[in-house]
């Protein structure tokens, strides 16, 4: 299983994103996805999870209702639709998702980030 993130790049200040991850390999089902971001310096920090389901959660200090996160599930992919972005959200991206294969338990995957710098 292999998790691909795209979307991230450099925007300015009070700009917008959609950060995108989907998910490939050998699936039976997805569980809950999330985003996660890693800032220089900082430990990583959940920005953001939906369950199979759709019912989403945020961490309110981070997001304060600028973020959305949404799933396509026929798609396997998980977005993170970012608005009035600010320097301080400046970071590296990460996606993951919990998912079980055909003969196989839930695991978490990860993907492997990207970047996003908001410029002032």
């Known amino acids: 299983v292999q998790l691909q993130a795209s979307g991230g790049g450099l925007v300015q200040s009070g700009g917008s994103l959609r950060l995108s991850c989907a998910a490939s390999?050998?699936?039976?089902?997805?569980?809950?996805m999330a985003w996660y971001r890693q800032a220089p310096g900082k430990q990583r920090e959940l920005v953001a999870g939906i369950t199979m389901g759709g019912r989403a959660n945020y961490a309110d200090s981070v997001v304060k209702g600028r973020f959305t996160i949404s799933r396509d599930n026929a798609k396997n992919t998980v977005y993170l639709q970012m608005n009035s972005l600010k320097p301080e959200d400046t970071a590296v991206y990460y996606c993951?998702?919990?998912?079980?294969?055909?003969?196989?338990?839930?695991?978490?995957?990860w993907g492997q980030g990207t970047q996003v710098t908001v410029s002032s």
């Open positions: 390999g050998s699936i039976f089902s997805i569980n809950t």
């Open positions: 993951n998702a919990a998912v079980a294969g055909y003969y196989s338990d839930y695991e978490i995957y």
